[in-house]
Structure formats: C-alpha cells, structure tokens
C-alpha cells in the first residue's frame, strides 16, 4: 500500500522531542479556523510512496535521531493513513527508529488507527476545542472521537502531549482554558499540556489557494499572553504520570 505524503521536513527541531524527519501526510478531515495548512487538507495533493520507499529516505537521517529523535507522522491528518502507518512501522523498528503521531485524534477508532498507536512512542495530541459545541463550530466536527481517542490512550497508556493552538479572541481566556483543563484532568495518558500560539504564516496559503481565511483579519498571539496562559494551565493541570 502507498501512503499519500503532501512533503517531507528533515532534521526538524520541533513537533516532538529530538531531532525529527516530519512526514506530512496528505488529507484531513477537519477544518480548523486557524489552520495554517490547507494545502494538506485533501488526499489527492499528496505524492504516493511506499513503505519501505519512505524507510529508506528516513534511515538515511538515523545518525542525527540519537536516542530521542525519529519520525513525526503529521498532516494534514496522519490517522488517516493509520493502514500505511501501520505496514511502515514494523519496517522503522528493524531500522531502530521509533516515531510519534501528531494528531488531532478526530478519526473513527478502527483497527488500523489502534494499531498506529499501539506501535508509536507516543502523541501529540492537538486538543482543539474542549467540548462538542466549540469543537464543531471552529473545526466543522463533533469532538466524540477525540474523546474515544483520548480514552484509548488511557487504556494503553500511551504518552501523550496534549497541545491547544490559542486564538485571540477565541479561547484566549483562563474561563475558557478552566474547560480544556476539566476535559484532561484525570486522563493517566496526558503526560503535558502544552499551549501554542496561533500565527499569520499560512495566510497566504488561503490567497494561493483562492479559499476563504476565516481568520482573516485576527493577528498573531501575543507572546506574553501565550507566557501567562501556559503559566495559568501548569498551575491548574493534575498530571499522573508526568
Ligand atoms: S487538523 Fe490540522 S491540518 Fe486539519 S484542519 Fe485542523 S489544523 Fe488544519
């Protein structure tokens, strides 16, 4: 089987600990307000390669992974490629690399999505919105199956980084925030929480591309606001196995 990867980022120093080879796979199902990739959004933009195809453009970067790095599968939506993950994971393992899922865990959970993160050294965990109604208003989806995603995580105990992109305007407030914390609190899996600012790097994607930006006219989140947010979430988060 063939995954469908929209591009490809070597020696990448975020998005996981270490040094990373980011794969981007092509396709998602949701839409973000914010997101800063829709170029990534529909399968058919990706580039089909075969398993052992990407292990052999990753293996030659094994030297930089040392014992923290490897691969990040991203998107788009990697789970939605959780098969093709699934057939590369074993051919990673005998090459000694491990990777993480960056994911937004909105996929049904199937077999396959299981089985990528059975095999995976652990999550990140893009926690959108904290519950149904904001989830659907700013991403086009109900969060049930991130929920089901995150209870699964619990039962195997995978770790996992949660992350949140913070809007202004839009979950910029610690009421708000006191909501993401309730959804998390008690779930052994979540190892960190962790808050991410939103940006204006991709605007011109939405121009390339002749879509509507949705964002259009909100501007980057203040770093200092970003500080006291992450300030106000350490303080109020109850990790069980941090
Ligand atoms: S999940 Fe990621 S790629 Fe998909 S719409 Fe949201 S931000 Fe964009």
């Not at 699964?152 to 996992?160: A, G, I, Q, R």
């Not at 204006?200 to 930006?213: D, H, R, S, V, W």
């Amino acid at each position: 089987m063939d995954g469908y990867v929209h591009s490809f980022e070597s020696m990448a120093a975020v998005d996981g600990a270490g040094i990373r080879y980011a794969v981007f796979l092509a396709g998602c199902p949701l839409r973000c307000v914010y997101c800063h990739n829709p170029d990534t959004w529909h399968r058919s933009v990706g580039k089909p390669i075969s398993a052992e195809a990407l292990v052999r453009k990753v293996a030659r970067y094994k030297p930089y992974f040392k014992t923290t790095g490897g691969v990040t599968f991203s998107g788009g939506e990697p789970l939605c490629q959780a098969a093709f993950i699934c057939e590369t994971a074993p051919l990673l393992s005998r090459e000694g690399i491990g990777y993480i899922l960056d994911t937004s865990g909105a996929v049904p959970l199937t077999d396959e999505v299981r089985c990528a993160i059975d095999r995976s050294d652990g999550l990140l965990l893009d926690l959108k919105f904290p519950d149904d109604d904001l989830y659907l208003r700013y991403t086009g989806h109900g969060i049930d199956e991130v929920l089901r995603t995150l209870a699964y995580l619990d039962e195997v105990n995978k770790p996992t980084v949660v992350r949140t992109v913070i809007v202004p305007g839009i979950n910029d407030r610690e009421d708000i925030l006191r909501r993401y914390l309730d959804r998390l609190n008690g779930h052994r899996c979540v190892r960190r929480y962790e808050l991410l600012p939103f940006h204006t790097m991709g605007f011109f994607k939405y121009e390339n591309l002749a879509i509507p930006n949705p964002l259009s006219d909100k501007e980057a989140l203040p770093h200092d606001v970003l500080e006291r947010l992450q300030s106000f979430v350490n303080a109020n988060i109850t990790l069980q196995n941090a």
